[in-house]
């Protein structure tokens, strides 16, 4: 915002040009309307019932079905992708792969925790094998930031896939050495034998569905994101 202010000095001083007090005017418009996204963070403003604060049931895992659980930032967006998805049962919000026991959003939030903030995939790998799951996990972030997503910082928005037996790891690995081509800097995602899933409280779930017409971060983040990947949203 340092240059609208700027502009705004500018425009103290030039206030007698007519043409250039509608051009100053314009720019500061425009730059309010981009700067936007850097007032919204991945934090929840509904107000909520004491069901809603409860962690999430555990996702029920059907026969012939796999899980891995992605971090790719918020979680919000993640899932809403994921749950669209042909092939996949279900994606819950959660945290994973920090030292505190049941943690909850205001924890891990701070930082502190070790967790990150990660969806934990539920699919059918006869309709959607683990190279197309992870395939859309790095459509959908920039996995070369390190401990953050655009605005969100901290080491709960890591880039991490969190696999369940060493098949996975190697589908993980193989899949990470062929989206670097893809980017110029070095991805930094994790890749980490799963430890615990916590699911995130139940207000978590379906965030994006339930909120994307009230919310900030919803309409300014996670909205383009999935119009860019051609998702319902």
């Known amino acids: 915002m340092k240059s609208v202010f700027c502009e705004i000095t500018k425009f103290e001083e030039f206030r007698g040009n007519r043409a250039y007090v509608v051009r100053m005017i314009k720019k500061l418009l425009l730059a309010l309307c981009l700067s936007m996204p850097t ?10 019932n004491e069901n809603n604060k409860k962690p999430a049931p555990m996702p029920e ?9 992605l971090g790719v930032g918020c979680f919000w967006c993640a899932e809403a992708a994921y749950n669209q998805l042909e092939g996949v049962h279900t994606a819950v919000s959660g945290y994973m792969g920090g ?10 939030t701070t930082g502190t925790t070790g967790h990150a903030e990660v969806v934990r995939v539920v699919f059918d790998p006869k309709k959607i094998p683990a190279e197309r799951v992870l395939a859309w996990f790095w459509d ?11 605005n969100d910082i ?14 996975q790891k190697a589908v993980a ?7 670097q081509e893809n980017f ?5 995602t994790e890749i980490t034998k799963a430890p615990v899933f916590y699911p995130a409280e139940n207000y978590h779930q379906g965030f994006y569905l339930q909120n994307k017409s009230n919310n900030g971060y919803c309409k300014y983040v996670v909205e383009p994101k999935l119009k860019k990947l051609k998702l319902d949203h």
Do not use: W
Not at 99 to 108: L, R, S, V
Not at 140 to 150: K, S, V
Not at 184 to 188: A, G
């Open 39 to 48: 007032l919204v963070s991945c934090q929840a403003e509904t107000k909520m």
């Open 61 to 69: 895992v059907p026969e012939g079905h796999e899980v891995i659980t």
């Open 99 to 108: 030292e505190m026991k049941d943690p909850t959003y205001e924890d891990i």
């Open 140 to 150: 959908l972030h920039d996995p070369t930031q390190l401990n953050r997503q655009g």
């Open 154 to 167: 901290g080491t709960q928005y890591r880039s991490a896939i969190f696999y369940e037996n060493d098949a």
């Open 173 to 179: 690995d193989a899949s990470k050495k062929a989206a």
């Open 184 to 188: 110029d800097k070095p991805i930094v």
